[in-house]
T-cell receptor, first 111, second 113 residues
Framework: QQQVKQSPQSLIVQKGGISIINCAYE??????FPWYQQFPGKGPALLIA?????SEKKEGRFTISFNKSAKQFSLHIMDSQPGDSATYFCAANNAGNMLTFGGGTRLMVKP | DAGITQSPRHKVTETGTPVTLRCHQT?????MYWYRQDPGHGLRLIHY???????DKGEVSDGYSVSRSKTEDFLLTLESATSSQTSVYFCATGQGRATYEQYFGPGTRLTVT
């Protein structure tokens, strides 16, 4: 069972455009919602994370929007660049120190 | 991921053979994790460790065992490899204070023929 559902599976965006990736979760006990970025041949790396009592968090061109009532959160990448081309994973953390990951989104930013 | 290494990086093995993957960290992190990554499934937790000799099962632990005899080393063993265990395996570590922040190794690509 997949407790965190991510969409779309792949995304193509023009340089300078906005990339939007969505996730939905089921377990209300999750206490943090991180996003990880993975380049080909590398392990994932933490990009940005949000707590469920915050509706939005911004770090540079990356913003997480969080809707607690709908149990949904999304990653927005503003002014997308070719260097942002990677696979993005949303995740949810529980108090048992475990992360549950979404299925991943492969982003391609065309120059 | 400079402080986390995995060995081997690539391995091809036959069905029914035992396989051990090694994760080594120099970060002195308390938590260590083993994940497998498959298309469409993201990363799924196999086993994790919260200290030396302290381990627990994750979401997809069947067919896998782990051991941690030192802080820096976490071993994943496939007792009798099957084709369904063909995957990319990632080790990760965490300090424990913010468990959503995990640091991943470079991965091991395992093919079971």
């Amino acid at each position: 069972q997949q407790q965190v559902k991510q969409s779309p599976q792949s995304l193509i965006v023009q340089k300078g455009g906005i990339s939007i990736i969505n996730c939905a979760y089921e377990n209300t006990a999750f206490d943090y919602f991180p996003w990880y970025q993975q380049f080909p041949g590398k392990g994932p790396a933490l990009l940005i994370a949000i707590r469920p009592d915050v509706s939005e968090k911004k770090e540079g061109r990356f913003t997480i929007s969080f809707n607690k009532s709908a149990k949904q959160f999304s990653l927005h990448i503003m002014d997308s660049q070719p260097g942002d081309s990677a696979t993005y994973f949303c995740a949810a953390n529980n108090a048992g120190n475990m992360l549950t990951f979404g299925g991943g989104t492969r982003l391609m930013v065309k120059p | 991921d400079a402080g986390i290494t995995q060995s081997p990086r690539h391995k091809v093995t036959e069905t029914g053979t035992p396989v051990t993957l090694r994760c080594h960290q120099t970060e002195n992190h308390r938590y260590m994790y083993w994940y497998r990554q498959d298309p469409g499934h993201g990363l799924r937790l196999i086993h994790y460790s919260y200290g030396v000799k302290d381990t627990d099962k994750g979401e997809v632990s069947d067919g896998y065992s782990v051991s941690r005899s030192k802080t820096e080393d976490f071993l994943l063993t496939l007792e009798s490899a099957t084709s369904s265990q063909t995957s990319v395996y990632f080790c990760a570590t965490g300090q424990g204070r913010a468990t959503y922040e995990q640091y991943f190794g470079p991965g091991t690509r395992l093919t079971v023929t």
